[in-house]
């Protein structure tokens, strides 16, 4: 899959590139709305993501962590994001300010690349 969020000249995600990744999320093929879910935050603008261990229950668990910085191009990436069912299958824990926090079943053995 090419990358999925196109930016526009002022370093926002382009409305397009917005709607594709909605359309990939509803896509009927399991796997391409996973992979296309992973994509999107891999693409975060201020590379404000990746792999961490973080404590879910007083247990620490390995975690694909997304933080959107408050800067709204990353807002309008997680709000896209939020309204798909493979958010509320991932999301382990969220933390105000914008800390998401999900848990990569189902991306293969590792962490997405």
């Known amino acids: 899959m090419n990358k999925i969020i ?6 926002y995600p382009t409305e397009e590139s917005l709607d ?3 359309k990939e999320l509803n896509s009927k093929d399991f ?3 996973i992979k296309a879910f992973y994509e999107a935050l891999k693409e975060n603008f201020y590379d404000y ?4 261990k973080i404590e879910i229950n007083g247990e620490t668990v390995e975690v694909w ?10 807002e309008s990436i997680i709000n896209v ?3 798909s069912w493979v958010f ?9 300010g914008g800390h998401y ?9 590792d962490f997405p690349e």
Do not use: M, Q, V
Request: glycine share 12%; proline share 2%.
């Open 6 to 11: 196109e930016w526009d000249e002022d370093g």
């Open 65 to 74: 962590a997304y933080h959107t910085g408050g800067w709204s191009g990353n």
């Open 81 to 83: 994001l939020k309204k």
């Open 20 to 22: 594709r990744l909605e």
């Open 88 to 96: 509320d299958l991932l999301l382990i824990r969220y933390d105000r």
């Open 49 to 52: 993501c990746g792999s961490n």
């Open 31 to 33: 796997h391409r709305a």
């Open 101 to 109: 926090y999900f848990e990569p079943k189902f991306a293969g053995s």
